[in-house]
């Protein structure tokens, strides 16, 4: 069955560096999202892109944040200068088409120390 | 902004029994419900939805109700199952909105042997 998939699984990283979050969504679904859950708290929409551009950002969506489909696969999610609160599980998801069921990916931790 | 809330954050039953898990709204634009589980470490996994315009929406063992008038929805889980046990998330999408998922607190569930 086709699968979200993410890598890595676990980042740690220094307060001010930058990372990128890499995401290859189920291959013929066409919107794509980020999510991210802080420790303890809810699974938050951050934002999603459709036909090669953001379609909706969440007040979270700083400029810190940006993303990606650099080519036919891989979606990313870059964090210019990262903070001690972008510490949480980010998640990747997709849908197919216009539709509501997202599939999500097991998600990456990031830690910043 | 809590537009999805779930206001139990843990629930235990014993297994062969039914498990009902709630969740609230206050925004009575959005059009679809979605009820995802999650593991530890892992992704949240689609398990059912409903649409507005119905009051219900049965598979298998796992059942959604949806009052629209009272702005609740409900997950039904029967008969519940130790494999069951996981963090049950309430989420809620709007056409209009990119179809992003706006999702409640969760509830942790588990099911005694």
């Known amino acids: 069955e086709p699968e979200v998939t993410q890598t890595p699984s676990h980042q740690v990283t220094q307060m001010g560096q930058e990372v990128i979050l890499r995401c290859v969504p189920i291959s013929n679904h066409l919107y794509f999202y980020w999510y991210r859950q802080i420790l303890g708290q809810k699974v938050e929409f951050l934002v999603s892109f459709y036909n090669n551009e953001i379609s909706e950002k969440s007040e979270i969506f700083d400029d810190q944040f940006s993303v990606e489909r650099p080519d036919g696969s891989n979606f990313t999610l870059k964090i210019r200068s990262t903070k001690l609160e972008d510490s949480a599980m980010y998640f990747c998801?997709?849908?197919?088409?216009?539709?509501?069921?997202?599939?999500f990916g097991p998600g990456t931790r990031l830690t910043v120390t | 902004d809590q537009q999805v809330k779930q206001n139990s954050p843990s629930l235990s039953v014993q297994e062969g029994r039914i498990s009902i898990l709630n969740c609230d709204y206050t925004?009575?634009?959005?059009?679809?419900f979605l009820w995802y589980k999650k593991y530890p470490a892992e992704g949240p996994t689609f398990l059912i939805s409903?649409?507005?315009?119905?009051d219900k929406n049965e598979d298998g063992r796992f059942t959604v109700f949806l009052n629209k008038s009272a702005k609740h929805l409900s997950l039904h889980i029967v008969p519940s199952q130790p494999g069951d046990s996981a963090v049950y998330f309430c989420?809620?999408?709007?056409?209009?909105?990119?179809?992003?998922?706006?999702f409640g607190s969760g509830t942790r569930l588990l099911v005694r042997p």
């Open positions: 989420a809620a999408s709007r056409v209009d909105s990119s179809y992003k998922l706006i």
């Open positions: 409903i649409s507005s315009i119905k």
């Open positions: 925004n009575s634009m959005f059009d679809y």
């Open positions: 998801a997709s849908i197919q088409g216009e539709g509501y069921e997202q599939y």
